[in-house]
């Protein structure tokens, strides 16, 4: 593993030399190349992360870089020989480091994204720092709320390296149909803050990245060998049409990421926002109250926005939450189905215009039993004093229907042993699962139970 200790001075010729060559082909990010139309001078910060780009990338295309899953990867945070260095208004620098969905469309849908897998991952991190690693940091913190950033400071005028993992993987980010090399790619993003005249880190003076992809432990380093056992066998023409593969990725610069401010200033203050929430397992936060759960079991018309919030994260409808962030109660229950399902897509369109309504499933066959006191005459109908309970069936089995037994008698279903049919002249017929699919709706029977003398278990006739 790659870290970032005193090096000796031709170790900076060298690293300052290979920027120049990485950065040289050409710059994909409009406000780069227009920076460079303008000459703009050389920022006093530069980047690599510790790991190798592929070879299988065209020309005009952006570098990309495999990693694995879980694994320690080195960001080396350049030191001030390299470059000149423009003096910031503080000693130290904060960087806040994210991942994120590199392609635009997703980058729409994080919220959402993000929040469904924190759902299926429960107390897992999509990002963490390894410290015992890292050189030159200081206050590495993650924040609870933001499964995919951490943040730390580091004093740009000495050598500082920050090992970052990446717990999650491409391909959980796309159908099941897709997998493997099908993964969505990621995006580690580095943005740089000083601080203002009130001594917060809320000044963006750099901001740089690069494309990723995530594999499964030691999948990234297949998929590297494959790349370059693919370009091997290229003939040299069509070769030049590729990038070189270089052991190391430089994050270019780029944009800021629209919401790095809003966390710089929240991560400032050192306490999340009083309007945030944390759904660490579908439910409230261990810091919210517990009444708070019996307001999620109905959604009602009454139900405040934050309410309504609630209820849609009780029920696993967390990648949800954001695209009804300000409906009411009433607001959704007013939609219908067809709404649902042109906002939300056929399968989460359907599950939560049920569960709104509170469709139960209805069962496959519905029986009337009388329960038959022992040593009593039956009563000939109800009226004269039986009184009659439903059982419904979900499976038209011989299981189910002992299931349902038991719990009306309140024992145990393994300790039904048999079920018997009493038909005219005495004859009991056992009854198999083919007679429980042959029962009429709404059939009505008395039931008499029997305890076996060989075993603890019990007989019940129905007649």
Known sequence: MLSCHSQPESYHQHTASYIREALAPFLKDEEARLMAERGAKRSAFQHLLCAATSPARKQQ??????????????????NSKLVEYTDTSSKYVKSIVRVAFHDRRLQYMEHQQLEGWRWSRPGDRILDID??????????????LHLNTVEFLWDPLKNASVFIQVNCISTEFTPRK?????????????????????????????????????????????????????????????????????ENTVLKECSPWP?????????????????????????????????LLSCCDHLLPSSSPQDTQLWLHHYRFSPLSRLFCSFSGADLLRMSREDLIQICGPADGIRLFNTMKGRCIQPRLTLYVCQQAAGRQPPNKPGAGGIYHALYLGELTLLDLSEKIA?????????????????????????????????????????????????????????
Do not use: W
């Open 61 to 78: 295309e952006e570098s990309l870089t495999y990693l694995n899953q879980g694994q320690s990867y080195e960001i080396r945070m350049l």
């Open 131 to 144: 410290i015992p690693l890292s050189v030159g940091i200081l206050e590495p913190r993650s924040d609870p």
């Open 178 to 246: 897709h997998g493997g090399e099908k993964g969505v790619p990621f995006r580690i993003q580095l943005d740089t803050f000083t601080t203002n005249e009130k001594g917060e880190y809320m000044e963006l003076v750099h901001s740089c990245g690069c494309q990723v992809k995530v594999f499964k432990p030691k999948g990234a380093d297949r998929k590297l060998k494959t790349d370059r056992e693919k370009m091997d066998k290229k003939v040299p023409e069509d070769r030049e049409k590729y990038q070189l593969s270089y």
């Open 259 to 291: 919401d790095a401010l809003n966390l710089s200033s929240h991560s400032s203050s050192g306490t999340p926002s009083p309007t945030s929430c944390s759904f660490s397992d579908g439910h409230c936060s261990p810091n919210q109250p517990s009444e």
């Open 407 to 463: 719990t009306l008698y309140g024992v145990n279903p393994q300790q039904i042993t048999h079920i018997y049919r009493q038909k005219a002249g005495g004859i009991h017929l056992l009854v198999s699962d083919e007679m429980v699919q042959n029962f009429r709706e709404e059939s009505s029977f008395l039931l008499s139970i029997i305890r076996d003398g060989n075993t603890d278990g019990f007989h019940v006739v129905l007649k």
